[in-house]
């Protein structure tokens, strides 16, 4: 059974630092993998999207990188600021009784303090 | 476009009672998708319909719940009767089909609606 851990679960920071969030995932079989923004009380938002043959995607200020073999993930988040602050969740993308899912993390709460 | 519709945002009800959750997707999107999310077990996708046809409902958690999807732009969830352990946050996504696998396509989340059993 695939699942996915994000470490760690809150993270604060201040204003312009540059972060990394984590994710793992334990069945290296996957199709992609995504990351997701969550703000309080609303959906999720597709951030970036990682085919399982590429090693890395960027846009913006934000760059996630994909170790398939190690079951790894990273989000890498640049010159932070406030409105960054939310939720972050990552989902891979593998086959799962003849269908393909999503399966999601618990994501982690960031908080950009001004 | 208006994106991913959900109705109602919030839904407030008592143990035993029908609920039933509405979603309009993304217009020509192939793909609907239903997740429930609580804070112990995070996202779970709980049914999808490929062209209004259901492909995978594994996730749906007991014979109390059952969802549908008449046509191609109106989707329901239905719980009933309803339980306090119910009570999560329910979302609804589609995905448009890209001419390629189900996993190369965003999906697209709706607003959530936030449903309370007591």
Redesign the interface.
């Known amino acids: 059974k695939q699942e996915v851990t994000q470490i760690p679960a809150a993270l604060s920071v201040p204003e312009g630092e540059n972060l990394v969030l984590n994710c793992s995932f334990t069945d290296s079989a996957i199709y992609n993998l995504q990351w997701f923004r969550q703000d309080p009380g609303k959906g999720l938002t597709s951030l970036l999207l990682i085919q399982s043959s590429q090693r890395e995607q960027t846009s913006g200020r934000l760059n996630a990188s994909l170790d398939k073999s190690s079951g790894r993930s990273t989000l890498y988040i640049a010159a932070s600021q406030p409105g960054d602050s939310a939720t972050y969740l990552c989902a891979v993308s593998h086959s799962q009784g003849g269908s393909e899912k999503l399966v999601f993390g618990k994501g982690t709460k960031l908080t950009v303090n001004p | 476009d208006a994106g991913?519709i959900q109705s109602p945002r919030h839904e407030v009800t008592e143990m035993g009672q029908e609920v039933t959750l509405r979603c309009k997707p993304i217009s020509g999107h192939d793909y609907l998708f239903w997740y429930r999310q609580t804070m112990m077990r995070?996202?779970?996708?709980l049914i999808?319909f490929n062209n209004n046809v259901p492909?995978?409902d594994?996730?749906m958690p007991e014979d109390r719940f059952s969802a549908k999807m008449p046509n191609a732009s109106f989707s329901t969830l239905k719980i009933q009767p309803s339980e306090p352990r119910d009570s999560a946050v329910y979302?609804c996504?589609s995905s448009p089909l890209a001419g390629g696998?189900?996993?190369?396509n965003?999906?697209?989340?709706?607003?959530?609606t936030r449903l309370t059993v007591l």
């Not at chain 2, 995070?42 to 996708?45: H, R, W």
């Not at chain 2, 965003?106 to 959530?112: D, N, T, V």
């Open positions: 991913v995070g996202l779970e996708l999808y492909i995978d594994s996730g979302f996504a696998p189900l996993s190369y965003e999906q697209f989340f709706g607003p959530g």
